[in-house]
T-cell receptor, first 114, second 114 residues
Framework: AQSVTQLGSHVSVSEGALVLLRCNYSSSVPPYLFWYVQYPNQGLQLLLK??????LVKGINGFEAEFKKSETSFHLTKPSAHMSDAAEYFCAVSFPQGAQKLVFGQGTRLTINP | DAGITQSPRHKVTETGTPVTLRCHQT?????MYWYRQDPGHGLRLIHYSYGVKDTDKGEVSDGYSVSRSKTEDFLLTLESATSSQTSVYFCAISEDSRRTDTQYFGPGTRLTVL
């Protein structure tokens, strides 16, 4: 079975500080992993995804994530937070068969302090 | 941005009444999905469609039905709304069913059942 756990429902950082959002997964098959961002009153937007190949994945808006199989993790980072990064972030893993069905984590709300 | 619209964007209804939410896409994507978003649960799949008149259940399908008579439209119906169905509903589309595919999300419908 596939599942995703995001550690910390709320994360608060200062502008210019490192952003680290944690995601751990459980998957019975090699995982395909996604990070989505949701700005207030909007739908979800893909930040980045890991399928195969390079384990360090770069996404939009300066975010990146590293797939670590030994730790079953896919943490999202950004070296320097910007006020516009305030949003909710979701980690997801895709099912191994059938339609492209995603299992989402519970989300992490990121607050940026001036 | 992917051409996905949802209607209505907000709805307040009473327990026991039927409700239909509409998702409309202009991308001609084959796959369409309905999710609900609740605090602490992330997004959970309700139903999905893999073609006209082809649908299947997701994780939380009880109390919901769907229909897809045209490629561009995917309807979600609550036959008799309950307070537990108060939620934000998102439609998503994807071009194919590969695990690596990206899902594109609509802006959401906020439903309140009194």
């Amino acid at each position: 079975a596939q599942s995703v756990t995001q550690l910390g429902s709320h994360v608060s950082v200062s502008e210019g500080a490192l952003v680290l959002l944690r995601c751990n997964y459980s998957s019975s098959v090699p995982p395909y992993l996604f990070w989505y961002v949701q700005y207030p009153n909007q739908g979800l937007q893909l930040l980045l995804k890991y399928t195969t190949g390079a384990t360090l994945v770069k996404g939009i808006n300066g975010f990146e994530a590293e797939f670590k199989k030994s730790e079953t993790s896919f943490h999202l980072t950004k070296p320097s937070a910007h006020m516009s990064d305030a949003a909710e972030y979701f980690c997801a893993v895709s099912f191994p068969q059938g339609a492209q069905k995603l299992v989402f984590g519970q989300g992490t709300r990121l607050t940026i302090n001036p | 941005d992917a051409g996905i619209t949802q209607s209505p964007r907000h709805k307040v209804t009473e327990t026991g009444t039927p409700v239909t939410l509409r998702c409309h896409q202009t991308e001609n994507h084959r796959y369409m999905y309905w999710y609900r978003q609740d605090p602490g649960h992330g997004l959970r799949l309700i139903h999905y469609s893999y073609g006209v008149k082809d649908t299947d259940k997701g994780e939380v399908s009880d109390g919901y039905s769907v229909s897809r008579s045209k490629t561009e439209d995917f309807l979600l119906t609550l036959e008799s709304a309950t307070s537990s169905q108060t939620s934000v509903y998102f439609c998503a589309i994807s071009e194919d069913s590969r695990r690596t595919d990206t899902q594109y999300f609509g802006p959401g419908t906020r439903l309140t059942v009194l």
